[in-house]
């Protein structure tokens, strides 16, 4: 699904950030990806999802090389992949369902009103639908964010410290929505620091692998959970 060769990539003015990183997702995977502050957690999932371009190297996304991707190509590969940040920003002004169905009416598709109320129950939001963003809880937000996710029925989901501002419960919540997304058949990527987080995925029956980024390199760590 997403293949890397020889992959390096630096910030315009700075050295290199990630060097000659070779490995592969497959299609239905569940991958973690840690490591320290500044390492490019962040950074390797842009690249992932073709917001940067690699500096060298190659990076293949479902089947294109997204170095030779057009404007309409690069809006097609992101539709594939729905993107989950740790501070999800929303709409402020309109209600939660119209801000999870934001990108469907971006792209200028109906919403089926039923898929979109299944869709806030799955995420328990359903009590939520009128609500503006504001007066979310911080979990509440994220379970909002991961449906505006995966909306389009994206083939893969990348999430950024998603769990970065909630508490312990919410973030099991959140990790069993994801663990759930990946039984369904999409692909995960879950940049995350959280340690507990990772351990805790081995009690969810989830085939999961921890990619670390160390020295500019991303490595498997260790065994599979
Ligand atoms: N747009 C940018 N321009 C220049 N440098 C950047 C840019 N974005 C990030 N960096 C730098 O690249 C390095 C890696 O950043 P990145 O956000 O990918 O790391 P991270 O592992 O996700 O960090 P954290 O765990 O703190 O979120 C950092 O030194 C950061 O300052």
């Not at 020889?6 to 239905?28: H, I, V, W």
């Not at 402020?92 to 869709?119: C, F, R, S, W, Y």
């Amino acid at each position: 699904m997403i293949e890397m060769q020889d992959l390096s990539f630096g910030y315009r003015g700075g050295g290199a950030l990630l060097s000659n990183m070779t490995l592969s997702l497959p299609a239905g995977s569940f991958h973690f990806l840690t490591g320290p502050s500044g390492s490019g957690k962040t950074t390797f999932l842009r690249l992932c999802y073709a917001d940067l371009l690699p500096s060298a190297g190659r990076l293949t996304a479902f089947g294109h090389d997204v170095s030779g991707l057009s404007r309409d190509g690069i809006a097609m590969l992101r539709r594939k992949i729905g993107v989950l940040h740790q501070d999800a920003q929303f709409l402020d002004h309109l209600p939660v369902a119209e801000n999870i169905a934001l990108p469907l009416t971006v792209a200028g598709q109906p919403v089926d009103m039923q898929a979109l109320k299944d869709l806030l129950g799955w995420v328990s939001m359903s009590g939520h639908a009128r609500a503006v963003p504001p007066a979310l809880s911080g979990g509440e937000r994220q379970r909002a964010a991961l449906a505006r996710a995966v909306i389009m029925s994206p083939d893969m989901v990348m999430a950024d410290e998603p769990t970065g501002n909630l508490d312990w419960d919410m973030s099991m919540r959140l990790l069993q929505l994801l663990v759930e997304l990946n039984r369904s058949g999409k692909t995960i990527m879950v940049a995350t620091h959280d340690m507990d987080l990772i351990r805790a995925a081995r009690q969810m029956d989830v085939q999961a692998r921890v990619l670390r980024i160390s020295g500019q390199r991303v490595q498997l760590a260790g065994a599979d959970l």
